[in-house]
């Protein structure tokens, strides 16, 4: 399906949706509270069949983080971006660990490096990071280490 | 008796901290960091009943250098070098990926010169990757004469490497815009005979290990995995082509000169470490077809594109992937239109295929484990970054 | 004519012309207790060069060659180093133990060199049960391995030495029913015994196929029972490290080190005397002349040769062969050998019985 078609089958889906189409894939934002009810759509709608996730991502933007979502039909070879705002101080969603598996270990990934909670997550512990990281993300901007970071 | 409490203590200790264990009589190893079989400063905890695998789980971040966070602070040209760094076996493959997202970000056309050298050497540093898996592969499951005659093949690539891109494992060549520097003119002799080489040579791998009967039992049926499940852990490459997964970037979405060539996108159906076995060896020929192809139509123009001396990649976000020789390499660029990237995020295929091995592994021998993960072809500063 | 029985006769008339027979007796028995640790340090280290340097070949690379010409003293500069380093042990170990396994696992490789015949007349121990003895004295080897994981208190350590439990237990039986086919077609256990019952012919010409195929199932029977590659699981390097000598460093490790590699020599020994002749120059039927000729090679350069080839023939499955699984191992052992070998021995003893072999 083109960017076109994805966007009026996702617009039946979740009416609520924002898109960016900038890019070469179509965008969607969605509410943190969308997403879980949309997700298993996605994965499960004959004509859509995201069934594979090729990458799972954070951002930070300062005043909010932003989980970024690509998705790609292994059935139709189409891709898209899912987006959802996070607030900063609080990050919290549900995790989708349960529609693609690969998202288990980038989840928790995310959650040390960003601080993100991912709610019903079977496993989220540090995966990286050693003991004692709990609660420090330093992929955020405002993360400070005066003896290992090196300002150039 | 004492030592049996000992184990049981241990392994309730490891429970506390984390893993689920089921009975208490479980044996836990820990297989790494420092593991002959690991290749690398992997760490995973196995419980054992027996010789039988329960649970497998990645510990990782041994060698974490947080490439991520250093390309934050380095500029467009500078952070392709740091990436030579994550998969070191196929460092051309990571370097064309960054260079490809900052040309779409800037819209450089690269001349067809670099194009068609930036393939040859992919399939090359391919070749290369392959080989030194093949025998590391064999000496995992305890054969270790083929490593030797992997690495005499290997020797060739390198010098090649060496006289090109001026070091032989952790290679520097990809510019945006092109190549860095001119091919060396030995470059299209040595690498023709490179090929006479390989040619003859690659049916001596399959006498020495792929038709030993002892080999094909350790592989068949070991390390199931499905379609739908190579699909959903996200996994690429070979191990996805391997259960029968169409997942070959080169052909899926051609980029460079990849679609001016012939060549065939090698599926297997067995699902088990020989279909990742028997995928990664015809590849071999595959990559030879298409270094035939190319190498004696390398069209003669500039190497490089002019582009300006400060790279400044607009406002936006920008992803493109490649086939590297363990899977799908994906580098994501969000610019706020600074000389240096927002968030960069590298989609590394080993970590997406690590995910997959407790799946696998469950169930299966120990002596298994080291099998399915010699057919995943783990590079761990791959996974950690 | 040179011969090691002539010196060994010469030496024996003269101390009991010199001393009292009581006197002679002990004097001889330490001369042979020297004689075999002497033997034991030499043949360690010419089999760890003969490995690497098989091994070399094979890999299309040199091997040892700086140390010594040819590289032939690159195994006592091992030797040296191995000895000059500490022995560890580990703090949870059971020391006793952890200490005692290298020793038993040398101790059983001297032992067993008791009833080997070296050359013509050549022997410590001539005892009427020779290879009844090897084959029991051998299965003590697993005890060490046993011993040696258990005291380590190291996870690796107990599973390499579960696996080479059931591994040695399991080939033990082959090995032992291959070796029975011998036994029944000579009629004798004694060594000296059934060597001469090949003068006319060695039994792997003249025992027909029971004895061919006793010959290939005793082979890979002994390959597994002295834990080597395919059938290394005890060690199998990138599974379990070492194995059972993954805590073992210094000297300790030197001895299980050589104690290998002199099983590897007395299965290898055993082989060639069983089936090869032994010390029995290649003679055919009665070709007089022929048979002449051949017994103008020394004795002791026949064994040597044949215990030789066998030795290569079990290296040259080390560096070529992956290794294979435990339970492939004894599926192997159980499902395929032991069967064979059973079927194999009654057809030996009906061929003894009538009389059908050469």
């Known amino acids: ?152 | 008796m004492f030592r049996e409490t000992e184990i049981l203590q241990t392994a309730s200790q490891v429970s506390s901290t984390g893993g689920d264990l089921e009975g208490a009589g479980d044996l836990v190893i820990n297989v790494g960091p420092q593991h002959p079989a690991t290749h690398g400063v992997l760490h995973l905890v196995i419980t054992l009943n027996g010789e039988t695998i329960k649970k497998v789980e990645p510990h990782l971040g041994y060698i974490h250098r947080s490439i991520e966070k250093m390309c934050e602070s380095l500029t467009y040209r500078q952070f392709i070098y740091v990436t030579s760094r994550m998969d070191y076996l196929s460092a051309h493959m990571n370097n064309h990926a960054c260079a490809l997202c900052v040309e779409k970000g800037m819209q450089i056309e690269v001349p067809e010169r670099a194009k068609v050298v930036r393939v040859i050497m992919d399939e090359l540093t391919r070749i290369a990757s392959h080989e030194l898996w093949w025998g590391a592969m064999a000496m995992d499951v305890g054969a270790f004469t083929p490593f030797f005659h992997a690495f005499r093949e290997r020797e060739t690539i390198n010098e090649i490497m060496e006289e090109t891109c001026g070091a032989r494992l952790t290679m520097n060549y990809y510019v945006p815009g092109g190549l860095m520097a001119e091919l060396h003119p030995d470059f299209q002799k040595k690498v023709k005979s490179f090929i006479t080489l390989f040619k003859s040579k690659i049916d001596e791998y399959d006498e020495l290990v792929t038709g030993n009967i002892i080999f094909q039992n350790r592989m068949k049926g070991v390390g199931y995995l499905s379609a739908e499940d190579a699909v959903s852990f996200g996994c690429s490459g070979p191990t996805a082509r391997g259960s029968g997964v169409s997942s070959d970037i080169r052909k899926l979405y051609p980029y460079a000169a990849y679609d001016q060539v012939q060549f065939d996108e090698v599926l297997e159906n067995g699902c088990d470490s020989f279909a990742r076995y028997m995928i990664r060896i015809r590849e071999m020929k595959q990559s030879v077809r298409i270094i035939e192809q190319l190498i004696d139509n390398i069209p003669e123009g500039d190497f490089q594109a002019k582009t300006k001396a400060v790279l400044k990649l607009p406002k936006g976000e920008f992803y493109t992937r490649v086939e590297t020789a363990r899977g799908e390499l994906g580098v994501y660029i969000v610019s706020e239109g600074g000389t240096t990237p927002y968030r960069i995020k590298f989609r590394s295929p080993g970590f997406s295929n690590l995910s997959a091995l407790d799946q696998m592994a469950r169930g299966s021998k120990l002596g298994d484990l080291v099998a399915m993960m010699g057919t995943l072809d783990l590079v761990i500063p791959d996974i950690d970054r | 004519m040179w011969s090691l029985s002539y010196i060994a006769n010469a030496l024996h008339d003269w101390l009991y012309q010199t001393f009292s027979p009581t006197l002679a007796l002990i004097i001889e028995m330490v001369i042979a207790g020297i004689a075999v640790i002497g033997l034991f340090a030499v043949l360690g280290l010419v089999l760890v060069i003969m490995e690497r340097r098989v091994a070399a070949w094979m890999q299309i690379r040199l091997g040892p060659n700086r140390v010594g010409p040819f590289g032939l003293l690159q195994s006592l500069a091992d030797t040296l180093k191995l000895l000059v380093k500490e022995g560890m042990t580990p703090s949870g170990s059971d020391k006793f133990l952890f200490n005692l396994a290298p020793y038993i696992a040398m101790m059983v490789a001297m032992l067993l060199m008791a009833p080997i015949a070296f050359a013509k007349d050549f022997q410590l121990w001539d005892l009427n049960i020779g290879v009844l003895y090897v084959s029991a004295v051998s299965s003590i080897m697993v005890i060490s391995i046993l011993m040696a994981g258990w005291a380590s208190n190291n996870k690796y350590s107990l599973m390499g030495a579960m696996r080479s439990g059931a591994q040695i237990v399991s080939y033990e039986l082959s090995a032992g029913l291959s070796v029975l086919v011998v036994v029944v077609l000579t009629g004798s256990l004694k060594i000296s015994d059934i060597i001469q019952s090949q003068a006319d012919g060695w039994w792997i010409f003249k025992g027909h196929v029971p004895v061919l195929v006793a010959f290939v199932i005793f082979i890979i029977a002994v390959t597994a029972e002295t834990n080597r590659a395919p059938f290394d699981l005890a060690e199998a390097e990138s599974e379990l490290t070492a194995g059972f000598h993954t805590e073992y460093s210094g000297m300790k490790f030197a001895l299980f080190f050589l104690a290998e590699y002199i099983n590897v020599f007395i299965v290898c020994s055993i082989g060639a005397i069983l089936f090869l002749g032994g010390w029995m120059p290649f003679h055919i039927g009665h070709w007089e002349g022929f048979n002449r000729v051949m017994d103008y090679i020394p004795s002791s350069i026949w064994f040597f040769g044949k215990t030789f080839f066998l030795i290569f023939v079990i290296m040259w499955f080390r560096w070529t062969f992956p290794r294979l699984r435990i339970d492939q191992l004894l599926n192997l052992e159980w499902k395929y050998l032991l069967p064979i070998s059973m079927i194999n021995i009654l057809l030996a003893t009906a061929i003894a019985i009538a009389g059908w072999h050469f």
């Open chain 1, 1 to 152: 399906m083109q960017n076109e078609e994805l966007k009026s089958r996702i617009t039946e889906l979740l009416p609520a949706a924002t898109y960016d189409e900038s890019g070469e894939w179509l965008n969607i934002n969605v509410e943190p509270s969308d997403w879980p009810a949309f997700a298993s759509q996605l994965r499960t709608d004959a004509s859509l069949s995201f069934d594979y996730m090729f990458c799972l991502t954070c951002i930070d933007w300062k005043t909010h983080l932003t989980m970024v979502y690509h998705l790609s039909s292994t059935a139709f070879r189409h891709n898209i971006v899912i987006k959802s705002k996070l607030d900063r101080n609080k990050p919290e969603i549900r995790t989708v660990c349960t529609l693609w598996k690969t998202a288990e270990l980038h989840e928790r990934e995310v959650y040390e490096m960003f601080g993100v909670h991912f709610t019903d997550h079977p496993d989220l512990r540090l995966l990286i990071l050693p003991e004692g990281w709990e609660g420090k993300n330093p992929m955020r901007k405002d993360y400070e280490d005066p003896i290992n970071m090196i300002k150039l």
